[in-house]
């Protein structure tokens, strides 16, 4: 334990000796060390969240109306596109991209509240971007939530410009959360929701069943069973019968790559080393993809290497199952241009494991905590303008 400052101090200052003054100097000293060195409390954690999202916000803001912003970035116009036709019930010219959590949620909102669609993904993305790193607290702790969803610029554009990550995320987190409270229906329930959110989802529900089989609870695994399945009708029930494909929107991941001709998942890393060799793209998201593929397997690496991780797969089996198979699939992800530009938005499920596997060797300093975070926020909103067109402007 940091001593708490105890030293007792002569009156006689100015006869103080050198020894004593560096006594005196690290009773000051050191409580301030333990201070920074504290793991960050669950009201931290938020505060820096909350000031990012504001430093985000004001960065793009300054650049380019926001609003415009989030309507041309990613898949947010396609999502709001299905929500608008599903608060309408009205599928006709729809074009099928993507799968339909996000926008069946959205439109909820929308007829719920009266508000554009557009605002309606915005603040869902807000509050599931923060109601995941409240659940990433409360399952890992405040070193893990932030490393995991505080660096990356992926999940700050997704969460503050539109995308499927802040509720698929969000659901996979309160899913391990039931999962450890032995609450299989309801970790069933959000894990499916999860999956008709975005398709590898399924993972956990892999997990789940194999984590219930093993324990021979035959009547959970049938309910659990039973409820993937209800949730998995349902959600094709409305594409049978208006798009006349139950599984419109699997099918709608090869559409989008008419020129791939290959299956979606080939042979391990071989799409991500093509993508690096042969495809054009700036040097800095070259950096940025290949920096977080680097992390990932180091991180995949420890996984296998260390006791203390084995341990924690023994004892969270369906995380650590859901984690392997996940980790296969965007190894295995098959169309290089996608599988190296998107690996950082790709790995954004499984980061707390990596960050887990790679805690002993992460700079516990909330002093650095706050840099970081500050800073990824302000070049995340950059990288979502485009870093050429902020420098053009700031050198205009």
């Excluded at 609003?67 to 116009?77: N, P, Q, R, Y």
């Excluded at 109601?131 to 405040?142: D, E, F, K, S, T």
């Excluded at 554009?157 to 509720?167: K, T, V």
């Excluded at 997990?207 to 035959?218: E, P």
Aim: hydrophobic share 55%; net charge positive.
């Amino acid at each position: 334990m940091i001593c708490s400052g105890s030293t007792e101090i002569s009156p006689l200052g100015a006869h103080l000796s050198l020894s004593h003054q560096s006594e005196a100097d690290l009773t000051v000293v050191r409580p301030l060390i333990s201070f920074w060195k504290q793991e960050p409390n669950l009201r931290e954690t938020m505060l820096i969240w909350a000031t990012c999202a504001v430093i985000f916000v004001g960065v793009a803001s300054a650049f380019r109306p926001y609003m415009s912003l989030a309507m041309h970035f990613g898949d947010t116009s396609a999502y709001t596109q299905i929500a608008d036709a599903i608060a309408s019930w009205d599928f006709s010219g729809v074009h099928v991209k993507q799968f339909w959590g996000v926008s069946y949620l959205v439109a909820l909102v929308h007829n719920l509240t009266g508000i554009s669609s557009t605002t309606a993904i915005l603040m869902l993305c807000a509050v599931c971007s923060l109601l995941a790193i409240v659940l990433a607290y409360r399952l890992w702790g405040g070193w893990i939530a932030l490393f995991a969803l505080c660096l990356n610029f992926d999940w700050f554009q997704r969460s503050l410009l539109g995308g499927s990550e802040p509720l698929f995320v969000a659901l996979l987190f309160a899913s391990f959360l039931m999962i450890r409270k032995e609450r299989w229906l309801w970790a069933a329930l959000l894990a499916s929701l999860a999956t008709v959110t975005r398709p590898l989802g399924i993972f956990l529900l892999v997990g789940i069943g194999v984590v219930l089989i093993v324990r021979n609870q035959w009547r959970c695994f049938a309910l659990a069973s039973l409820i993937g399945i209800v949730v998995g009708a349902l959600y094709m029930f409305p594409l049978k019968l208006y798009l006349h494909d139950p599984l419109a929107t699997v099918h709608s991941y090869g559409v989008a790559q008419p020129a791939a001709r290959a299956s979606l998942f080939g042979i391990p890393f071989r799409a991500i080393i093509v993508g690096t060799l042969g495809s054009p793209r700036p040097w800095t998201k070259l950096a940025r993809s290949c920096g977080w593929i680097f992390l990932v397997v180091a991180g995949n690496i420890l996984m296998v290497a260390t006791r203390e991780f084995r341990e924690y797969a023994r004892t969270h089996p369906a995380e650590a199952i859901f984690t392997a198979l996940y980790l296969i699939s965007i190894y295995c992800y098959n169309i290089p241009y996608w599988a190296l530009g998107t690996f950082p938005r790709f790995a954004i499920p499984i980061l707390p494991f990596v960050f887990l596997a790679l805690l002993r060797w992460l700079p516990k300093d909330r002093r650095v905590v706050w840099i970081l975070a500050i800073v990824s926020a302000a070049l995340a909103a950059c990288s979502a303008l485009g870093i050429q067109n902020v420098l053009a402007r700031l050198r205009g």
